[in-house]
């Protein structure tokens, strides 16, 4: 069968708003198995910090509003303070190292935060829908040399619709550690729609968004930045020192990047059924 790749760049380019329609009317089917019956779960979702997410697209909080379980937080710094490199899973940028294995246990300490039911609860809400656990990292940013450039430009995720990822920094983040940086409104549904395709310097965004507005997310361990990162954004570039984070993001069950890690043994038999939605594409099969 012909593609119809051709066709509906053309469409795209011709009738940009239709074809803007078509997408989201597809991008809408293939989530209906998410949608069908949902609703937020009001008692677990701390609505002053889903209205900050909706209004501005970004909130940093301690993690102790965010998170219960302290002592994971304790395991993951131990983990990243180790700074071990690992090779077997994305590819690292000279700027910046994986510190967490490709395979991961479902109930160890890199997915553990995570599923915490508070914080599926609060992801489903953002987004909509009983939210896909897409993606878990752990990073070390690194000092270089050579100017900003790929993800320390300013840039928007093209991974989804919408998603709400949350950074949690391992290490004390100062303006010398590249802090992550938000331009606020700049989310879906947010103040300010850019249509800015390329990545952009500091110079750049400032004509677009004062430099005032900025959202600079300094802060010690256990600082909790969450952030739809659909909004335009950009990832630390250090000065001194390097930068420790562990990472999550929520997507749709429609998200344009597949997962970026893998589960090494099954899910626990205690998960709630949000917890399960969030953990696996296709929760129903996961459990047969």
Not at 81 to 103: H, N, V
């Amino acid at each position: 069968m012909p593609s119809l790749a051709p066709i509906t760049s053309r469409v795209a380019a011709r009738a940009p708003r239709l074809a803007a329609a078509a997408r989201r009317s597809a991008w809408k089917a293939r989530n209906v198995s998410r949608t069908r019956g949902f609703r937020p779960d009001e008692a677990l979702v701390d609505r002053p910090l889903l209205d900050e997410l909706r209004a501005r697209g970004i909130a940093v909080r301690p993690f102790d509003e965010v998170f219960r379980d302290r002592q994971t937080l304790d395991e993951l710094r131990r983990l990243a303070e180790r700074r071990e490199t690992q090779k077997d899973g994305t590819a690292a940028k000279e700027f910046l190292e994986r510190l967490m294995p490709a395979r991961v246990e479902a109930s160890g300490p890199y997915v553990a935060l995570a599923l915490e039911p508070q914080v599926v609860a609060l992801a489903n809400a953002y987004v909509g829908m009983r939210s896909y656990l897409r993606g878990l990292e752990m990073w070390r940013n690194l000092p270089t040399d050579e100017p900003p450039k790929l993800s320390q430009l300013w840039h928007r995720d093209w991974d989804d619709v919408i998603n709400l990822k949350l950074f949690v920094y391992l290490s004390e983040v100062t303006d010398e550690h590249g802090p992550f940086t938000f331009a606020p409104g700049t989310q879906p549904r947010g103040r300010r729609q850019l249509d800015v395709k390329d990545r952009l310097s500091d110079e750049e965004m400032a004509r677009i968004v004062p430099r005032e507005e900025w959202v600079v997310c300094t802060g010690g361990p256990g600082t909790v930045v969450l952030a739809d990162t659909c909004g335009y954004h950009k990832g630390g570039k250090p000065t001194r020192g390097d930068r420790l984070l562990w990472t999550a993001q929520f997507t749709s069950g429609a998200a344009d990047a597949k997962r970026n890690f893998e589960l090494a043994d099954g899910a626990p038999a205690s998960l709630s059924p949000e917890q399960r939605w969030a953990l696996f594409e296709h929760p129903r099969r996961a459990a047969s």
